[in-house]
């Protein structure tokens, strides 16, 4: 048991946060150790690692005390590994949160609604012990209007707010927080979805303070209705401490063109729309000009722009406009611009800087050649389908594949859909690009062999974790024998994410998976045939790991039992979405996942806790 | 043989021989582990098939048989969330193996049978127990020595293990694919990239549907109410543009309630008796710029624009409110002749 505990502190991922008691309390020290507690505080002060911290609270209680006094950001992996209160009631003095909920599947709607992962008891619990609070990240996390009130009314001294993939709030709470929060530096909505009523919304860009605010990075790409624009050209104007501006798709190009004169110093910028609105815009822009050659000077004054993103209905006669800034681009998001290989191949031959490309399948393997060829720094690349549907046209392949890797040798991170791939191509990806870091491959006809040789994808993904020493995150697809997780088991020994889908023969796949990845954090699973005799082979690692996640496989009730039983520690969910009248034994979806906090009180109705 | 086979099992270091269950159905589907020592997780006793590598003469071949019988009862391989779906693919196990292996192939309960009872043979075969053999229907002796070695080497690559174990990258292209069952949450991508084909983009909703898959499309529900206000007449009303399907119609409706407030609004007096109904004037030319009112519209994006332009359903999805202006007060300046927002084709 003891073991068990320090491992958990011990990853740098791990759930928990390592808020573990080990029974700090009773009588305070004697005054010699009080004095070297405090000299010990100012030594680590300095250590920011939260690795590092953990493995120094471990070393005594004076250090242990020493350590909780002196964290200032907290990371919580997962929302139900520990309680709010317990967290709290270590760490005393944090100033930054971090806080992640629901398992990533929830993004591709396979967890259900209500299924949990609620702020708020965290930020009533935060509300009271951080008064200086500053700063708050979620991720997954369901989030209500009162929350974000809450939270507006809790810290005085509240800066930065990111939240990721959160759902349950509104323009109501965003209007709270602009309103309240005086100090308020980031506001970035990522890929949220907001309960917004058309009819209800609210006009939260008007309630920022009507003084020079001091915000760095407004970030709203993701709301659904249209804001204010005469407020928002206004809120710019008096931020002249903006540098990330991530607009929503309301907003026009000739609206855009007003807001990046206001904002010069501009590094990052969501584009929105970037397509012309109605003629009738044209009237209201003083200088009567929506044409490409003011935005290309207005681009060409924005010397200090690296990220561009947006154009989410582009207009393809403004695209040249970004000319001027092409060359020092480090991030250019074109994942929402149907752009073919003609419309790309003039711009990305400029990007010679750029180091993150997000694009859509329709620039072809030929658009890819043409990234290949120029961007000789890029570091990560993500290839998105524009139709994702198993059957649609494959619009990317193995030949663009080959030609990154020939071309992007210093390629860390790729995630790739498309419809037909070859073990070659794969394996030849692993010889150019050492560096990957992260390799998400996803196929998307399911069980779909090597086009060339009808093969399994096997050798491909064996190649992989074979020649990539640095692997840490990997995502499989196409059809896959038991023959590539034993791959993956022996030789992908730093892999911390794995994702499985539509792959593998027998348990022993998982089998193998459990028992060689060694630094195994976080695995999901689904419609794969692994059934109740492979969850014993991970009985010595699940206290590691952050979660397993295994939906549509061969699991019985059984078997998850047994290891709910063996381990204490481990939580193990059993979401059951349809009336399982014809077969109780049978586990659709299993979520576990190892918490100090024991199971939890809020789960829904659909989810029993073994 | 079987020494073999217990060699390579025992290669991975476990020394526990694993079970293939070749059971095509999700439920049954289990790996039974009797190894030394080892545990049994298995599902429920009656559902299961037992396929045991063990030394011959095992008590438990009835047991086998019975539960063979009972499990060839079910039929569909499916996994996941839809129904069992029959597809009628060829039987030809290489195809089978080829693609989804347990998802489509499913033909008809006593193929299934049949198949077990192949499948089963080829691992009893590792018993050298050769009875099993003789039930076979169709010579498949190459197919058995392929799933030997299947089983045999658990890390060798090849058979599915649906009913054909074809070993040995016999994976072969036919590429005949049925339409496949769109599966929740397949391919993995968040809902707001879905549909981006540019073929309409309607209400904000649909780009940002919630985490699960159904989208609120308000829209379709229930009506559309949009205000209407006209130049002069200081209380506006409202319509359902859902309600009709084309300009003209809204453009009657537009002259039905207005016609009478603006009689009363020029002749206060009059107004509300029905003593000169052909003097009302009928509000007409509102399209087209003819008549002495003009129709505008506001959009989602807060600009005004001239009624008519898009397709009615275009229309329909970007409208927020409704003006009837005086052409005469119309300037150029203030619309555009013709909107620049891409359409749809």
């Known amino acids: 048991m003891r073991e068990e505990r320090s491992d958990m502190s011990e990853d740098e991922d791990g759930g928990g946060g390592s808020a573990k008691s080990r029974g700090g309390g009773g009588a305070p020290p004697p005054f010699s150790d009080q004095v070297l507690e405090i000299v010990l505080e100012n030594v680590l002060q300095f250590l920011s690692s939260r690795r590092d911290r953990n493995a120094a609270s471990l070393v005594c209680r004076s250090w242990y005390r020493a350590e909780a006094q002196t964290r200032r950001e907290l990371f919580i992996g997962n929302c139900y590994a520990v309680s709010p209160r317990r967290a709290t009631e270590r760490f005393r003095r944090i100033r930054a949160v971090v806080l992640k909920g629901k398992p990533r599947f929830a993004d591709f709607g396979l967890v259900p609604i209500n299924w949990g992962a609620h702020f708020h008891p965290w930020v009533s619990a935060m509300a009271a012990a951080y008064p200086w609070l500053e700063k708050l990240c979620l991720k997954r996390m369901s989030v209500a209007d009162g929350d974000l009130s809450l939270l507006a009314h809790s810290f005085p001294n509240f800066r930065e707010l990111s939240l990721i993939c959160c759902e349950g709030f509104s323009t109501a709470g965003l209007a709270v927080i602009a309103e309240k929060c005086r100090h308020l530096r980031v506001l970035d909505l990522i890929e949220d979805y907001l309960e917004d009523d058309e009819d209800e919304m609210v006009d939260w860009i008007s309630r920022f303070p009507e003084t020079t605010t001091c915000l760095e990075s407004l970030g709203f790409d993701c709301v659904g209705g249209a804001v204010n624009f005469e407020a928002l050209e206004a809120l710019v104007t008096r931020s002249p401490a903006l540098r990330r501006l991530r607009v929503n798709h309301h907003v026009s190009v000739e609206q855009l063109h007003r807001l990046m004169a206001r904002a010069p110093q501009l590094t990052h910028l969501g584009t929105g729309s970037f397509g012309s609105a109605a003629a009738a815009a044209a009237a209201a822009i003083p200088q009567g000009g929506n044409n490409v050659v003011d935005l290309v000077s207005t681009f060409a004054a924005s010397k200090s722009l690296v990220c561009l993103s947006g154009f989410r209905d582009m207009a393809p006669q403004y695209l040249p406009a970004i000319y001027p800034v092409c060359a020092s681009l480090t991030s250019l998001n074109f994942s929402f611009a149907e752009i073919s290989a003609e419309e790309l191949i003039p711009v990305i031959r400029h990007c010679h800087s750029l180091q993150i490309f997000w694009v859509l399948d329709t620039v072809r393997d030929e658009g890819l050649q043409a990234v290949a060829a120029t961007c000789k720094d890029l570091r990560e690349l993500r290839v998105f389908p524009l139709d994702a549907t198993e059957d649609s046209e494959g619009s990317v392949s193995d030949v663009g594949l080959i030609a990154i890797s020939e071309g992007c040798r210093k390629l860390r991170s790729i995630l790739y859909f498309c419809q037909q791939m070859t073990n070659v191509a794969v394996v030849t990806m692993s010889k150019n690009c050492q560096d990957l870091v992260v390799f998400r491959l996803c196929i998307m006809g399911r069980r779909r062999p090597d086009h060339v040789t009808g093969e399994p994808m096997d050798e491909g993904f064996g190649a992989i974790v074979m020649n990539c020493k640095k692997l840490r995150r990997l995502a499989v697809s196409g059809l896959l024998t038991d023959k590539a997780f034993a791959y993956i088991g022996k030789y992908g020994k730093l892999v911390r994410t794995l994702s499985v889908a539509f792959a593998g023969n027998t348990d022993l796949a998982l089998m193998y998976v459990l028992e060689g990845c060694t630094k195994l954090q976080k695995l999901e699973i689904r419609d794969s045939p692994f059934g109740d005799s492979a969850l014993p082979a991970g009985l010595h690692h699940y206290y590691n790991m952050r979660f397993l996640w295994m939906s549509s496989c061969k699991l019985s009730v059984r078997g998850c039992m047994e290891v709910a039983q063996r381990l204490p520690h481990l939580v193990v969910e059993v979401i059951r979405e349809r009336d399982e009248d014809d077969d109780h034994e049978a586990v659709e979806k299993l979520y576990m996942y190892r918490s100090l906090a024991g199971p939890r009180n809020d789960a829904p109705p659909f989810v029993e806790i073994l | ?345």
């Open chain 2, 1 to 345: 043989m079987q020494k073999r086979v217990m060699e390579e099992d025992f290669r991975k270091g476990e020394g526990r021989p694993q079970l293939l269950d070749l059971i095509p159905n999700e439920r049954d589907w289990m790996v039974k582990d009797v190894g030394v020592g080892g545990k049994c997780f298995g599902v429920s006793e009656e559902k299961k098939l037992e396929l045991r590598l063990g030394l011959p003469g095992d008590e438990d071949w009835s047991s086998v048989k019975e539960k063979r019988e009972e499990h060839s009862i079910e039929s569909a391989l499916s996994l996941g969330h839809y129904s069992k779906v029959s597809k009628t693919i060829g039987t030809n196990p290489s195809s089978v193996g080829a693609k989804r292996g347990f998802l489509d192939t499913v033909e008809s309960k006593t193929e299934v049978f049949q198949q077990q009872q192949q499948q089963q043979p080829g691992f009893l075969q590792l018993q050298a127990k050769g009875k099993e053999l003789s039930q076979k229907t169709n010579g498949r002796a190459e197919q058995q020595s392929l799933e030997k070695k299947a089983c045999g080497s658990p890390a060798a690559h090849g058979s599915a293990a649906a009913p054909c174990g074809d070993g040995a990258g016999a994976n072969n292209s036919s590429q005949t694919r049925t339409a496949p069952t769109p599966v929740v949450g397949w391919p993995p991508i968040r809902s707001f990239r879905r549909n981006l084909a540019s073929i309409s983009k309607p209400s904000l909703e649909s780009q940002n549907g919630g985490p699960e898959t159904a989208v609120k499309f308000k829209n379709g529900r229930k009506g559309l109410f949009v205000k209407i206000n006209m130049d002069g007449i200081p209380i506006g009303r409202k319509v359902d543009l859902k309600a009709y399907d084309s300009y003209e119609k809204l453009s009657l409706v537009v002259d039905e309630l207005f016609q009478g407030l603006l009689a009363a609004q020029r002749d206060p007096l009059t107004a509300g008796t029905q003593k000169n109904p052909e003097e009302k004037q009928a509000i007409t030319g509102l399209l087209d710029g003819s008549g002495e009112y003009t129709l505008v519209y506001e959009d989602d994006e807060g600009d005004r624009m001239l009624v008519g332009d898009v397709p009615w359903d275009m229309f329909v999805s970007t409208a927020k409110r409704l003006r009837v202006l005086k052409s005469s007060e119309l300037s150029a300046s203030s619309l555009g002749a013709v909107s620049r927002k891409r359409t749809a084709t």
